[in-house]
DNA sequence: CTTGAATATAACATTATGTTATGAAATTGG
DNA sequence: CCAATTTCATAACATAATGTTATATTCAAG
Protein backbone atom coordinates (compact mmCIF):
# COMPACT_ATOMS: atom_id res chain seq x y z
CA UNK A 1 0.00 0.00 0.00
CA UNK A 2 0.81 3.75 -0.08
CA UNK A 3 1.78 5.41 2.92
CA UNK A 4 0.86 8.87 3.21
CA UNK A 5 3.19 10.71 5.17
CA UNK A 6 0.21 13.15 7.06
CA UNK A 7 -1.68 9.87 8.23
CA UNK A 8 1.84 8.69 9.84
CA UNK A 9 2.12 11.82 11.60
CA UNK A 10 -1.07 11.70 12.96
CA UNK A 11 -0.25 8.00 13.95
CA UNK A 12 2.98 9.37 15.64
CA UNK A 13 1.36 12.15 17.71
CA UNK A 14 -1.69 10.15 18.87
CA UNK A 15 0.93 7.70 19.95
CA UNK A 16 3.21 10.15 21.49
CA UNK A 17 0.38 12.07 23.79
CA UNK A 18 -2.19 9.16 24.36
CA UNK A 19 -4.78 11.68 23.33
CA UNK A 20 -6.34 12.65 19.67
CA UNK A 21 -7.03 16.26 20.87
CA UNK A 22 -3.43 16.80 22.41
CA UNK A 23 -2.24 15.10 18.44
CA UNK A 24 -4.32 17.19 17.14
CA UNK A 25 -2.98 20.54 18.80
CA UNK A 26 0.85 19.26 18.57
CA UNK A 27 0.49 18.78 14.86
CA UNK A 28 -1.51 22.45 15.06
CA UNK A 29 -5.29 21.01 13.33
CA UNK A 30 -8.46 20.69 14.43
CA UNK A 31 -9.11 17.21 16.43
CA UNK A 32 -11.86 16.13 13.88
CA UNK A 33 -9.08 16.05 11.12
CA UNK A 34 -6.62 13.53 13.31
CA UNK A 35 -9.76 11.82 13.42
CA UNK A 36 -10.14 10.89 10.45
CA UNK A 37 -6.54 10.51 9.50
CA UNK A 38 -6.11 7.87 11.87
CA UNK A 39 -9.22 6.41 11.06
CA UNK A 40 -8.57 6.28 7.51
CA UNK A 41 -5.04 4.92 8.03
CA UNK A 42 -6.23 2.31 10.15
CA UNK A 43 -8.41 0.93 7.09
CA UNK A 44 -5.77 1.57 4.95
CA UNK A 45 -3.27 -0.95 6.64
CA UNK A 46 -5.90 -4.03 8.02
CA UNK A 47 -5.63 -3.49 11.68
CA UNK A 48 -6.85 -1.74 14.85
CA UNK A 49 -3.62 1.15 15.73
CA UNK A 50 -5.22 2.17 19.45
CA UNK A 51 -7.75 0.44 22.12
CA UNK A 52 -9.46 3.03 24.91
CA UNK A 53 -8.72 2.18 28.94
CA UNK A 54 -9.57 4.01 31.04
CA UNK A 55 -9.61 6.99 28.94
CA UNK A 56 -6.18 7.23 27.84
CA UNK A 57 -5.77 5.61 23.64
CA UNK A 58 -3.23 2.64 24.25
CA UNK A 59 -1.43 1.32 21.13
CA UNK A 60 -2.14 -1.91 20.50
CA UNK A 61 0.65 -4.62 20.18
CA UNK A 62 0.99 -4.33 16.31
CA UNK A 63 1.08 -0.38 16.39
CA UNK A 64 3.80 -0.65 19.15
CA UNK A 65 6.16 -2.56 16.22
CA UNK A 66 4.67 0.29 13.32
CA UNK A 67 5.94 2.80 15.83
CA UNK A 68 9.12 1.99 15.89
CA UNK A 69 9.62 1.27 12.04
CA UNK A 70 7.75 5.02 11.66
CA UNK A 71 10.39 6.57 13.19
CA UNK A 72 12.61 5.37 11.14
CA UNK A 73 10.63 6.94 8.38
CA UNK A 74 10.93 10.46 9.85
CA UNK A 75 14.42 9.69 11.15
CA UNK A 76 15.41 9.25 7.09
CA UNK A 77 12.92 12.28 5.84
CA UNK A 78 15.40 14.31 8.94
CA UNK A 79 18.67 13.65 7.20
CA UNK A 80 16.98 14.19 4.13
CA UNK A 81 15.82 17.53 5.12
CA UNK A 82 19.70 18.06 6.48
CA UNK A 83 21.23 17.46 3.58
CA UNK A 84 18.98 19.66 1.29
CA UNK A 85 19.88 22.30 3.73
CA UNK A 86 23.20 21.80 3.35
CA UNK A 87 23.01 21.67 0.01
CA UNK A 88 21.00 24.77 -0.62
CA UNK A 89 23.63 26.58 1.82
CA UNK A 90 26.39 24.45 0.18
CA UNK A 91 27.92 23.60 2.48
CA UNK A 92 28.06 19.85 1.88
CA UNK A 93 29.41 18.25 -1.24
CA UNK A 94 32.86 17.17 -2.95
CA UNK A 95 34.96 19.83 -4.95
CA UNK A 96 37.73 18.16 -7.52
CA UNK A 97 39.78 20.10 -8.67
CA UNK A 98 42.35 19.68 -11.58
CA UNK A 99 44.94 22.19 -11.41
CA UNK A 100 48.83 23.61 -13.22
CA UNK A 101 51.81 22.57 -10.63
CA UNK A 102 52.34 26.28 -9.68
CA UNK A 103 48.81 26.61 -8.44
CA UNK A 104 48.88 24.06 -5.69
CA UNK A 105 51.55 25.45 -4.04
CA UNK A 106 50.88 29.07 -4.24
CA UNK A 107 47.93 31.59 -4.55
CA UNK A 108 45.06 28.70 -5.01
CA UNK A 109 45.53 26.58 -1.45
CA UNK A 110 45.44 29.70 0.29
CA UNK A 111 41.66 30.62 -2.01
CA UNK A 112 40.70 27.18 -0.93
CA UNK A 113 41.16 27.04 2.92
CA UNK A 114 39.10 30.14 3.29
CA UNK A 115 36.52 28.32 0.92
CA UNK A 116 36.17 25.35 2.58
CA UNK A 117 36.77 27.05 6.08
CA UNK A 118 33.13 28.23 5.29
CA UNK A 119 31.80 24.89 4.51
CA UNK A 120 32.35 21.84 7.11
CA UNK A 121 30.45 19.49 5.58
CA UNK A 122 32.80 20.32 1.56
CA UNK A 123 35.39 17.59 1.08
CA UNK A 124 38.38 18.45 -1.53
CA UNK A 125 40.80 16.39 -4.18
CA UNK A 126 43.29 18.97 -5.36
CA UNK A 127 45.69 17.01 -8.42
CA UNK A 128 48.63 19.63 -9.75
CA UNK A 129 49.16 18.01 -13.71
CA UNK A 130 50.46 19.27 -16.56
CA UNK A 131 48.15 20.83 -18.93
CA UNK A 132 47.19 17.89 -21.23
CA UNK A 133 46.63 15.68 -18.50
CA UNK A 134 44.07 18.58 -16.75
CA UNK A 135 42.04 18.67 -20.05
CA UNK A 136 41.91 15.02 -20.39
CA UNK A 137 40.52 14.99 -16.90
CA UNK A 138 38.24 17.48 -17.32
CA UNK A 139 36.78 15.99 -20.90
CA UNK A 140 36.28 12.61 -18.79
CA UNK A 141 34.88 14.06 -16.10
CA UNK A 142 37.42 12.65 -13.82
CA UNK A 143 37.68 16.39 -12.25
CA UNK A 144 34.73 18.73 -11.68
CA UNK A 145 37.02 21.77 -12.83
CA UNK A 146 40.12 22.59 -14.32
CA UNK A 147 42.86 25.10 -14.05
CA UNK A 148 45.22 25.78 -16.60
CA UNK A 149 46.77 27.83 -19.22
CA UNK A 150 47.93 28.33 -22.78
CA UNK A 151 44.43 26.63 -23.52
CA UNK A 152 42.65 27.13 -27.06
CA UNK A 153 39.63 24.86 -26.70
CA UNK A 154 37.85 21.94 -26.49
CA UNK A 155 34.29 21.23 -27.74
CA UNK A 156 33.76 19.04 -24.79
CA UNK A 157 34.82 21.57 -22.27
CA UNK A 158 33.08 25.21 -20.94
CA UNK A 159 35.45 27.55 -20.25
CA UNK A 160 35.93 31.00 -18.86
CA UNK A 161 38.96 32.44 -19.63
CA UNK A 162 40.90 35.22 -17.48
CA UNK A 163 43.75 37.42 -18.27
CA UNK A 164 46.24 37.70 -15.76
CA UNK A 165 48.78 41.04 -15.58
CA UNK A 166 52.21 40.39 -16.11
CA UNK A 167 55.35 42.18 -14.78
CA UNK A 168 58.65 42.28 -14.84
CA UNK A 169 60.94 40.81 -11.99
CA UNK A 170 64.94 41.44 -11.46
CA UNK A 171 67.33 40.57 -8.30
CA UNK A 172 67.06 42.99 -5.64
CA UNK A 173 69.32 45.85 -6.28
CA UNK A 174 69.11 45.57 -9.63
CA UNK A 175 70.38 48.90 -11.19
CA UNK A 176 67.01 48.62 -13.19
CA UNK A 177 65.45 48.91 -10.16
CA UNK A 178 65.54 52.70 -10.40
CA UNK A 179 62.71 52.57 -13.59
CA UNK A 180 59.48 52.53 -13.17
CA UNK A 181 58.60 50.47 -15.80
CA UNK A 182 60.87 48.18 -17.95
CA UNK A 183 61.00 47.97 -21.55
CA UNK A 184 62.14 45.33 -23.63
CA UNK A 185 65.12 47.68 -24.50
CA UNK A 186 65.98 47.96 -21.16
CA UNK A 187 66.22 43.93 -20.86
CA UNK A 188 68.54 43.96 -24.01
CA UNK A 189 71.45 42.70 -21.83
CA UNK A 190 69.90 40.78 -19.13
CA UNK A 191 69.78 36.96 -19.37
CA UNK A 192 66.44 36.43 -19.57
CA UNK A 193 64.66 33.40 -17.98
CA UNK A 194 61.45 32.20 -19.71
CA UNK A 195 58.37 29.80 -20.18
CA UNK A 196 58.80 27.34 -23.18
CA UNK A 197 59.68 28.49 -26.77
CA UNK A 198 56.61 27.82 -28.06
CA UNK A 199 53.83 28.63 -26.08
CA UNK A 200 51.74 31.77 -26.35
CA UNK A 201 52.52 33.41 -24.15
CA UNK A 202 56.75 33.34 -24.70
CA UNK A 203 55.89 33.96 -28.60
CA UNK A 204 53.99 37.37 -27.87
CA UNK A 205 56.89 38.13 -25.45
CA UNK A 206 59.49 37.85 -28.29
CA UNK A 207 57.28 39.79 -30.91
CA UNK A 208 57.41 42.59 -27.76
CA UNK A 209 61.27 42.60 -27.94
CA UNK A 210 61.02 42.95 -32.01
CA UNK A 211 59.15 45.33 -31.94
CA UNK A 212 60.71 47.39 -29.55
CA UNK A 213 63.97 46.84 -31.83
CA UNK A 214 65.66 44.75 -29.28
CA UNK A 215 67.10 41.42 -28.86
CA UNK A 216 65.84 38.81 -26.25
CA UNK A 217 68.95 36.99 -24.75
CA UNK A 218 67.49 33.80 -23.86
CA UNK A 219 69.46 32.15 -20.53
CA UNK A 220 66.87 29.50 -19.19
CA UNK A 221 63.40 27.95 -20.06
CA UNK A 222 61.70 26.66 -17.30
CA UNK A 223 58.01 25.44 -17.22
CA UNK A 224 56.29 27.65 -14.45
CA UNK A 225 56.32 31.10 -13.41
CA UNK A 226 57.08 30.32 -10.23
CA UNK A 227 60.43 28.63 -11.33
CA UNK A 228 61.39 31.78 -13.10
CA UNK A 229 60.84 33.89 -9.68
CA UNK A 230 62.87 31.27 -7.55
CA UNK A 231 65.86 31.62 -9.98
CA UNK A 232 65.74 35.30 -10.46
CA UNK A 233 65.14 35.69 -6.78
CA UNK A 234 68.81 34.02 -6.23
CA UNK A 235 70.21 37.30 -8.05
CA UNK A 236 70.17 36.11 -11.89
CA UNK A 237 68.65 37.29 -14.52
CA UNK A 238 65.14 39.16 -15.52
CA UNK A 239 62.07 37.67 -16.08
CA UNK A 240 58.46 38.38 -17.57
CA UNK A 241 56.10 36.62 -15.37
CA UNK A 242 52.38 36.64 -14.16
CA UNK A 243 51.79 39.46 -11.02
CA UNK A 244 49.80 36.24 -9.44
CA UNK A 245 53.55 34.45 -9.13
CA UNK A 246 55.52 37.89 -8.39
CA UNK A 247 53.31 38.87 -5.65
CA UNK A 248 54.11 35.09 -3.49
CA UNK A 249 57.80 36.12 -4.27
CA UNK A 250 57.71 39.75 -3.40
CA UNK A 251 60.04 39.42 -0.62
CA UNK A 252 62.40 36.96 -1.61
CA UNK A 253 65.12 38.74 -3.01
CA UNK A 254 63.16 40.00 -6.35
CA UNK A 255 61.84 43.28 -7.63
CA UNK A 256 58.67 43.88 -9.40
CA UNK A 257 58.34 46.40 -12.41
CA UNK A 258 55.85 46.92 -14.79
CA UNK A 259 56.69 45.46 -18.16
CA UNK A 260 55.68 47.80 -21.39
CA UNK A 261 54.01 46.58 -23.52
CA UNK A 262 51.37 44.98 -21.29
CA UNK A 263 51.84 41.28 -21.87
CA UNK A 264 48.62 39.28 -20.71
CA UNK A 265 48.64 35.91 -19.34
CA UNK A 266 45.51 33.68 -20.17
CA UNK A 267 44.74 31.73 -17.38
CA UNK A 268 41.64 28.95 -18.41
CA UNK A 269 39.32 27.53 -16.14
CA UNK A 270 37.31 24.46 -17.43
CA UNK A 271 34.23 22.47 -16.41
CA UNK A 272 33.17 19.43 -18.32
CA UNK A 273 30.08 20.38 -20.99
CA UNK A 274 28.68 17.03 -20.23
CA UNK A 275 28.97 16.79 -16.52
CA UNK A 276 26.06 17.19 -13.69
CA UNK A 277 26.02 21.13 -12.93
CA UNK A 278 27.12 21.61 -9.27
CA UNK A 279 26.29 25.22 -7.18
CA UNK A 280 29.25 23.90 -5.33
CA UNK A 281 31.85 24.39 -8.02
CA UNK A 282 30.56 26.95 -9.27
CA UNK A 283 30.80 28.82 -6.25
CA UNK A 284 34.22 27.98 -5.77
CA UNK A 285 35.15 29.22 -9.71
CA UNK A 286 33.55 32.60 -8.19
CA UNK A 287 35.24 32.53 -5.42
CA UNK A 288 38.75 31.58 -6.90
CA UNK A 289 37.37 34.39 -9.94
CA UNK A 290 37.30 36.94 -6.98
CA UNK A 291 40.82 36.39 -5.61
CA UNK A 292 42.22 36.59 -8.66
CA UNK A 293 40.85 40.41 -8.94
CA UNK A 294 43.93 42.03 -8.06
CA UNK A 295 45.69 40.72 -10.83
CA UNK A 296 43.46 40.58 -13.69
CA UNK A 297 44.61 42.77 -16.67
CA UNK A 298 42.45 46.24 -16.95
CA UNK A 299 41.76 46.26 -20.89
CA UNK A 300 39.01 43.50 -20.07
CA UNK B 1 10.54 22.39 5.73
CA UNK B 2 8.00 19.54 5.44
CA UNK B 3 8.27 16.96 2.29
CA UNK B 4 5.63 15.55 0.17
CA UNK B 5 6.19 11.98 -1.30
CA UNK B 6 4.29 12.40 -4.18
CA UNK B 7 7.43 14.94 -5.15
CA UNK B 8 10.01 12.59 -4.35
CA UNK B 9 8.34 10.31 -6.00
CA UNK B 10 8.19 12.50 -9.31
CA UNK B 11 11.97 13.22 -8.84
CA UNK B 12 12.91 10.26 -8.47
CA UNK B 13 11.38 8.88 -11.39
CA UNK B 14 12.21 11.69 -13.67
CA UNK B 15 16.09 11.16 -12.58
CA UNK B 16 15.97 7.20 -13.53
CA UNK B 17 14.01 7.87 -16.64
CA UNK B 18 15.62 11.34 -17.67
CA UNK B 19 11.99 12.30 -19.21
CA UNK B 20 9.54 13.73 -17.03
CA UNK B 21 7.28 12.48 -19.67
CA UNK B 22 8.75 8.64 -19.21
CA UNK B 23 8.03 9.28 -15.45
CA UNK B 24 4.87 10.34 -15.75
CA UNK B 25 3.93 6.79 -17.29
CA UNK B 26 5.87 5.25 -15.06
CA UNK B 27 3.89 6.98 -12.27
CA UNK B 28 0.72 6.67 -14.17
CA UNK B 29 -0.33 9.94 -13.89
CA UNK B 30 0.00 12.56 -16.94
CA UNK B 31 2.73 14.20 -17.67
CA UNK B 32 2.13 17.84 -16.76
CA UNK B 33 0.83 16.71 -13.25
CA UNK B 34 4.97 15.19 -12.97
CA UNK B 35 6.02 18.64 -14.62
CA UNK B 36 4.17 20.17 -11.49
CA UNK B 37 5.25 18.62 -9.29
CA UNK B 38 9.45 18.96 -10.13
CA UNK B 39 8.45 22.61 -10.19
CA UNK B 40 6.95 22.65 -6.53
CA UNK B 41 9.35 20.77 -5.33
CA UNK B 42 12.47 22.49 -6.86
CA UNK B 43 10.95 25.58 -5.19
CA UNK B 44 10.53 24.49 -2.19
CA UNK B 45 13.90 23.20 -1.66
CA UNK B 46 15.45 25.76 -3.15
CA UNK B 47 17.69 24.69 -5.53
CA UNK B 48 17.72 23.56 -9.44
CA UNK B 49 17.05 19.67 -9.84
CA UNK B 50 17.50 19.40 -13.53
CA UNK B 51 19.38 20.96 -16.55
CA UNK B 52 18.81 19.46 -20.20
CA UNK B 53 21.30 18.38 -21.94
CA UNK B 54 21.05 16.78 -25.52
CA UNK B 55 17.09 16.32 -24.63
CA UNK B 56 17.58 14.33 -21.44
CA UNK B 57 16.79 15.51 -17.72
CA UNK B 58 20.59 15.39 -16.28
CA UNK B 59 20.22 15.61 -12.46
CA UNK B 60 22.36 18.67 -11.13
CA UNK B 61 25.17 17.52 -8.50
CA UNK B 62 22.58 18.61 -5.73
CA UNK B 63 19.85 16.25 -6.92
CA UNK B 64 22.39 13.42 -6.92
CA UNK B 65 23.32 13.53 -3.80
CA UNK B 66 19.39 14.42 -2.36
CA UNK B 67 18.78 11.11 -4.50
CA UNK B 68 21.03 8.83 -2.27
CA UNK B 69 18.72 10.32 0.46
CA UNK B 70 15.62 9.90 -1.22
CA UNK B 71 16.61 6.37 -1.93
CA UNK B 72 16.78 5.68 1.77
CA UNK B 73 13.51 7.11 2.70
CA UNK B 74 11.67 5.04 0.14
CA UNK B 75 13.72 2.38 2.01
CA UNK B 76 12.50 3.16 5.14
CA UNK B 77 9.01 2.93 3.69
CA UNK B 78 9.34 -0.43 2.04
CA UNK B 79 10.15 -2.26 5.75
CA UNK B 80 7.01 -0.45 6.63
CA UNK B 81 5.33 -1.60 4.48
CA UNK B 82 7.08 -5.07 5.03
CA UNK B 83 5.90 -5.05 8.90
CA UNK B 84 2.68 -3.52 8.13
CA UNK B 85 2.02 -6.56 5.93
CA UNK B 86 3.83 -8.97 8.54
CA UNK B 87 1.72 -7.64 11.67
CA UNK B 88 -1.63 -7.56 9.24
CA UNK B 89 -1.01 -11.63 8.67
CA UNK B 90 0.23 -11.98 12.25
CA UNK B 91 3.47 -13.24 10.46
CA UNK B 92 5.43 -11.47 12.83
CA UNK B 93 5.59 -10.53 16.59
CA UNK B 94 6.76 -11.83 19.96
CA UNK B 95 4.67 -14.28 22.31
CA UNK B 96 5.92 -14.22 26.06
CA UNK B 97 3.42 -17.24 27.50
CA UNK B 98 3.98 -18.21 31.21
CA UNK B 99 2.47 -21.80 31.84
CA UNK B 100 1.99 -24.27 34.95
CA UNK B 101 4.99 -26.80 34.74
CA UNK B 102 3.23 -29.47 33.23
CA UNK B 103 2.08 -27.81 30.30
CA UNK B 104 5.59 -27.15 29.60
CA UNK B 105 6.09 -30.48 28.44
CA UNK B 106 3.17 -32.09 27.65
CA UNK B 107 0.46 -30.67 25.18
CA UNK B 108 1.64 -27.17 24.52
CA UNK B 109 4.65 -27.64 22.83
CA UNK B 110 2.79 -29.44 20.46
CA UNK B 111 0.84 -26.46 19.58
CA UNK B 112 2.78 -23.80 19.87
CA UNK B 113 5.22 -25.60 17.03
CA UNK B 114 2.26 -25.82 14.83
CA UNK B 115 1.38 -22.30 15.62
CA UNK B 116 5.41 -20.93 15.16
CA UNK B 117 5.70 -23.34 11.66
CA UNK B 118 2.89 -20.68 9.87
CA UNK B 119 4.43 -17.40 11.56
CA UNK B 120 8.15 -17.52 10.80
CA UNK B 121 8.66 -13.97 11.98
CA UNK B 122 7.11 -14.49 15.06
CA UNK B 123 9.38 -15.62 18.07
CA UNK B 124 8.91 -16.59 21.23
CA UNK B 125 9.08 -16.80 25.60
CA UNK B 126 7.87 -19.76 27.03
CA UNK B 127 7.85 -19.49 30.79
CA UNK B 128 6.95 -22.53 33.50
CA UNK B 129 5.98 -21.69 36.96
CA UNK B 130 3.81 -21.98 39.72
CA UNK B 131 0.72 -20.13 39.55
CA UNK B 132 1.21 -17.43 42.07
CA UNK B 133 4.01 -16.28 39.89
CA UNK B 134 2.16 -17.02 36.36
CA UNK B 135 -0.74 -14.78 37.77
CA UNK B 136 2.19 -12.11 39.27
CA UNK B 137 3.45 -12.07 36.04
CA UNK B 138 0.71 -11.47 34.13
CA UNK B 139 -0.87 -8.51 36.60
CA UNK B 140 2.52 -7.15 35.72
CA UNK B 141 2.48 -7.53 31.96
CA UNK B 142 5.84 -8.92 32.15
CA UNK B 143 3.84 -11.81 29.97
CA UNK B 144 0.62 -11.54 27.32
CA UNK B 145 -1.06 -14.75 28.18
CA UNK B 146 -0.45 -17.17 31.38
CA UNK B 147 -2.30 -20.53 31.45
CA UNK B 148 -3.25 -22.16 35.00
CA UNK B 149 -5.72 -23.68 36.93
CA UNK B 150 -7.31 -23.56 39.72
CA UNK B 151 -8.13 -19.30 39.26
CA UNK B 152 -10.86 -17.43 40.81
CA UNK B 153 -10.14 -14.02 39.28
CA UNK B 154 -8.16 -11.14 39.70
CA UNK B 155 -9.33 -7.54 39.11
CA UNK B 156 -6.01 -6.97 36.78
CA UNK B 157 -6.24 -9.69 34.47
CA UNK B 158 -8.75 -11.10 31.69
CA UNK B 159 -9.47 -14.63 32.08
CA UNK B 160 -10.87 -17.38 29.52
CA UNK B 161 -11.80 -20.25 31.69
CA UNK B 162 -11.78 -23.66 29.65
CA UNK B 163 -13.17 -26.72 31.28
CA UNK B 164 -11.65 -30.09 30.72
CA UNK B 165 -12.73 -33.15 30.94
CA UNK B 166 -11.44 -36.00 33.63
CA UNK B 167 -10.98 -39.33 33.49
CA UNK B 168 -9.84 -42.27 35.73
CA UNK B 169 -6.41 -44.36 35.06
CA UNK B 170 -5.27 -47.19 36.18
CA UNK B 171 -2.43 -49.67 35.69
CA UNK B 172 -2.27 -51.57 32.70
CA UNK B 173 -4.11 -55.04 32.94
CA UNK B 174 -5.87 -53.86 36.20
CA UNK B 175 -8.95 -55.95 37.39
CA UNK B 176 -11.73 -52.64 36.93
CA UNK B 177 -10.17 -52.40 33.26
CA UNK B 178 -13.42 -54.56 32.29
CA UNK B 179 -15.59 -51.80 33.44
CA UNK B 180 -16.82 -49.22 30.76
CA UNK B 181 -16.94 -46.58 33.65
CA UNK B 182 -15.56 -46.21 36.99
CA UNK B 183 -17.50 -45.08 40.13
CA UNK B 184 -15.87 -43.42 43.90
CA UNK B 185 -17.56 -47.05 45.00
CA UNK B 186 -15.43 -48.64 42.55
CA UNK B 187 -12.19 -47.15 43.60
CA UNK B 188 -13.26 -47.65 47.19
CA UNK B 189 -10.19 -50.00 48.16
CA UNK B 190 -7.94 -48.46 45.60
CA UNK B 191 -4.68 -46.11 46.43
CA UNK B 192 -5.42 -42.98 45.62
CA UNK B 193 -2.87 -40.24 43.55
CA UNK B 194 -4.21 -36.81 44.37
CA UNK B 195 -3.47 -33.46 43.84
CA UNK B 196 -3.35 -31.07 46.61
CA UNK B 197 -6.02 -31.26 49.42
CA UNK B 198 -7.19 -27.97 49.60
CA UNK B 199 -7.36 -27.34 45.71
CA UNK B 200 -11.00 -26.77 44.22
CA UNK B 201 -10.50 -29.93 41.89
CA UNK B 202 -9.28 -32.08 44.75
CA UNK B 203 -12.01 -31.17 47.47
CA UNK B 204 -14.76 -31.70 44.61
CA UNK B 205 -13.57 -35.32 44.07
CA UNK B 206 -13.84 -36.14 47.54
CA UNK B 207 -16.96 -34.61 47.70
CA UNK B 208 -17.88 -37.23 45.05
CA UNK B 209 -16.55 -40.05 47.17
CA UNK B 210 -18.53 -39.10 49.98
CA UNK B 211 -22.00 -38.77 48.15
CA UNK B 212 -21.41 -42.10 46.56
CA UNK B 213 -20.54 -43.52 49.98
CA UNK B 214 -17.58 -44.41 49.98
CA UNK B 215 -14.10 -43.47 51.43
CA UNK B 216 -11.61 -42.03 49.17
CA UNK B 217 -8.47 -43.93 50.09
CA UNK B 218 -6.08 -41.11 49.67
CA UNK B 219 -2.00 -42.45 48.74
CA UNK B 220 -0.20 -39.78 47.30
CA UNK B 221 -0.47 -36.17 47.04
CA UNK B 222 0.90 -34.72 43.46
CA UNK B 223 1.50 -31.55 42.22
CA UNK B 224 0.87 -32.28 38.48
CA UNK B 225 -1.23 -34.20 36.77
CA UNK B 226 1.37 -36.04 34.83
CA UNK B 227 3.22 -36.70 37.79
CA UNK B 228 -0.19 -39.01 38.87
CA UNK B 229 0.19 -40.06 35.57
CA UNK B 230 3.68 -41.48 35.73
CA UNK B 231 3.40 -43.06 39.18
CA UNK B 232 0.22 -44.91 38.27
CA UNK B 233 1.91 -46.03 35.03
CA UNK B 234 3.77 -48.41 37.04
CA UNK B 235 1.84 -50.03 38.02
CA UNK B 236 0.51 -48.73 41.12
CA UNK B 237 -2.29 -47.23 43.28
CA UNK B 238 -5.59 -45.06 40.65
CA UNK B 239 -5.70 -41.46 39.76
CA UNK B 240 -8.40 -39.10 38.60
CA UNK B 241 -6.54 -36.85 36.07
CA UNK B 242 -7.54 -34.51 33.51
CA UNK B 243 -8.42 -35.90 30.02
CA UNK B 244 -5.49 -33.74 28.63
CA UNK B 245 -2.48 -35.15 30.49
CA UNK B 246 -4.38 -39.08 30.29
CA UNK B 247 -4.35 -38.47 26.58
CA UNK B 248 0.08 -37.67 26.82
CA UNK B 249 0.21 -41.05 28.74
CA UNK B 250 -1.83 -43.31 27.09
CA UNK B 251 0.58 -46.26 25.78
CA UNK B 252 2.75 -45.48 28.86
CA UNK B 253 0.98 -48.39 31.46
CA UNK B 254 -2.29 -46.80 32.31
CA UNK B 255 -5.76 -47.83 31.13
CA UNK B 256 -8.09 -44.47 30.72
CA UNK B 257 -11.45 -45.01 31.83
CA UNK B 258 -14.64 -42.62 32.33
CA UNK B 259 -15.07 -41.74 35.92
CA UNK B 260 -18.75 -40.88 37.12
CA UNK B 261 -19.73 -38.28 38.24
CA UNK B 262 -18.08 -36.04 35.70
CA UNK B 263 -15.74 -34.07 37.40
CA UNK B 264 -14.01 -30.80 35.28
CA UNK B 265 -10.75 -29.31 35.94
CA UNK B 266 -10.93 -25.83 35.21
CA UNK B 267 -8.15 -24.19 33.71
CA UNK B 268 -7.92 -20.66 33.15
CA UNK B 269 -6.13 -18.36 29.97
CA UNK B 270 -5.24 -15.41 31.59
CA UNK B 271 -4.36 -12.11 29.69
CA UNK B 272 -3.26 -8.30 31.67
CA UNK B 273 -6.13 -6.27 31.47
CA UNK B 274 -4.25 -3.08 30.84
CA UNK B 275 -2.06 -4.67 28.64
CA UNK B 276 -1.55 -3.81 24.75
CA UNK B 277 -4.03 -5.65 22.59
CA UNK B 278 -2.16 -8.04 20.67
CA UNK B 279 -4.08 -9.64 17.28
CA UNK B 280 -0.64 -12.06 17.40
CA UNK B 281 -1.88 -13.03 21.41
CA UNK B 282 -5.70 -13.11 20.36
CA UNK B 283 -4.35 -15.76 17.40
CA UNK B 284 -2.38 -17.93 19.38
CA UNK B 285 -5.48 -18.15 22.24
CA UNK B 286 -7.45 -18.84 19.47
CA UNK B 287 -5.21 -21.62 18.33
CA UNK B 288 -4.97 -22.90 22.07
CA UNK B 289 -8.66 -23.39 23.19
CA UNK B 290 -9.13 -25.39 19.65
CA UNK B 291 -6.49 -27.80 20.25
CA UNK B 292 -8.02 -28.07 23.83
CA UNK B 293 -11.68 -28.91 21.81
CA UNK B 294 -11.39 -32.64 22.37
CA UNK B 295 -10.65 -32.74 25.63
CA UNK B 296 -13.36 -29.92 27.02
CA UNK B 297 -16.05 -30.94 29.26
CA UNK B 298 -19.81 -30.94 26.76
CA UNK B 299 -22.05 -29.75 29.87
CA UNK B 300 -20.87 -26.17 28.49
C1' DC C 1 -27.42 10.35 37.43
C1' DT C 2 -25.40 14.62 35.84
C1' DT C 3 -21.67 17.12 34.01
C1' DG C 4 -17.56 17.62 31.51
C1' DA C 5 -14.14 15.84 28.38
C1' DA C 6 -12.80 13.21 24.48
C1' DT C 7 -13.84 11.03 20.15
C1' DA C 8 -16.48 10.17 15.82
C1' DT C 9 -19.18 11.86 12.18
C1' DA C 10 -21.43 15.24 9.01
C1' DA C 11 -21.23 18.98 6.04
C1' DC C 12 -18.60 22.22 3.94
C1' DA C 13 -13.90 24.68 2.72
C1' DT C 14 -9.19 24.63 1.24
C1' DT C 15 -5.19 22.59 -0.67
C1' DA C 16 -2.73 19.11 -3.28
C1' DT C 17 -2.70 16.49 -7.14
C1' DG C 18 -4.91 14.96 -11.04
C1' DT C 19 -6.78 15.86 -16.04
C1' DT C 20 -7.09 17.80 -20.96
C1' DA C 21 -5.75 21.44 -23.97
C1' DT C 22 -2.33 24.06 -25.74
C1' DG C 23 1.72 27.07 -26.26
C1' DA C 24 6.77 27.22 -26.08
C1' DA C 25 11.14 25.20 -26.53
C1' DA C 26 14.23 21.82 -28.09
C1' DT C 27 15.62 18.10 -31.04
C1' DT C 28 15.89 15.55 -35.22
C1' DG C 29 15.99 14.67 -39.98
C1' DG C 30 16.09 16.01 -44.62
C1' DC D 1 18.37 25.93 -42.60
C1' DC D 2 13.65 24.67 -42.14
C1' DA D 3 9.85 21.68 -41.09
C1' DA D 4 8.10 18.13 -38.30
C1' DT D 5 8.10 15.87 -34.07
C1' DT D 6 8.83 15.41 -29.29
C1' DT D 7 9.16 17.14 -24.77
C1' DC D 8 8.20 20.37 -21.29
C1' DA D 9 5.62 24.27 -19.05
C1' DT D 10 1.43 26.52 -18.19
C1' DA D 11 -3.63 27.32 -17.99
C1' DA D 12 -8.03 26.01 -16.71
C1' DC D 13 -10.77 22.83 -14.65
C1' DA D 14 -11.72 18.22 -11.90
C1' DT D 15 -10.90 15.12 -8.13
C1' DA D 16 -8.95 13.60 -3.84
C1' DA D 17 -6.85 14.58 0.53
C1' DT D 18 -6.89 17.23 4.37
C1' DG D 19 -8.61 21.00 6.74
C1' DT D 20 -12.65 23.47 9.36
C1' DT D 21 -16.90 24.11 12.45
C1' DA D 22 -20.89 21.98 14.36
C1' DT D 23 -22.68 18.43 16.75
C1' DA D 24 -23.77 13.64 18.24
C1' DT D 25 -21.94 9.89 20.86
C1' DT D 26 -19.23 7.76 24.30
C1' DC D 27 -16.77 7.60 28.48
C1' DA D 28 -15.11 9.07 33.04
C1' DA D 29 -15.58 11.41 37.37
C1' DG D 30 -18.01 13.12 41.20
Redesign the pocket.
Known amino acids: MKF????LE?FQA?AKT???????KS??????????????FSTAIGFEL?E??????TPTSEARYMLTEVSRVFESLDHLEDLRRDLKERTAGHLRIACLPGFATSHLPRVLTEFLDNRPGVTLTLEPDRPERILEWIIGQQYDCGITDGFSGHPATERTDISIKTVCILPKGHPLGAKDTISPKDLENEKMVHTRRDSPFNVALTQSFTQDGARMNSWIEVRQFTAACTIVGEGHGASIVSALDAAQYADRGIIIRPFSPNLEHKLSILRPLAGNRSLLVLDFIEAFQNSLKPFIAEAN
Open positions: KLRQATGSVTRAALGVSQPAVSRLLADFRKSGIL
